[in-house]
């Protein structure tokens, strides 16, 4: 993240999909996450998550531009040894 908020982000499912911006902020004492993914069958797609210590988990809500629908989505921490 530079100081602008600004995050360098990759997105696969399982292929790479065109992340057209992803920025990051503090708001309310919480970590803020905004994605918006930009590529066929993603025209628009937004993520809007916050940063959850305690679960160690980014949760919030997934915008599905195609099909206009808004989805809960929750993103867990993988620790690999």
């Given at each position: 993240m530079d100081a602008a908020g600004k995050l360098d982000a990759a997105y696969f499912n399982p292929s790479p999909i065109n992340v057209a911006q992803a920025q990051a902020s503090k708001g309310d004492g919480q970590l803020k996450v905004f994605v918006e993914l930009r590529d066929v069958n993603?025209?628009?797609?937004?993520?809007?998550?916050?940063?959850?210590?305690?679960?160690?988990?980014?949760?919030?809500?997934?915008?599905?531009?195609?099909?206009?629908?808004?989805?809960?989505?929750?993103?867990?921490?993988?620790?690999?040894?």
């Open positions: 993603y025209p628009g797609c937004t993520y809007n998550l916050t940063y959850d210590a305690a679960t160690d988990q980014l949760t919030g809500k997934y915008y599905q531009a195609v099909v206009q629908e808004t989805y809960d989505i929750a993103f867990a921490r993988v620790k690999v040894n």
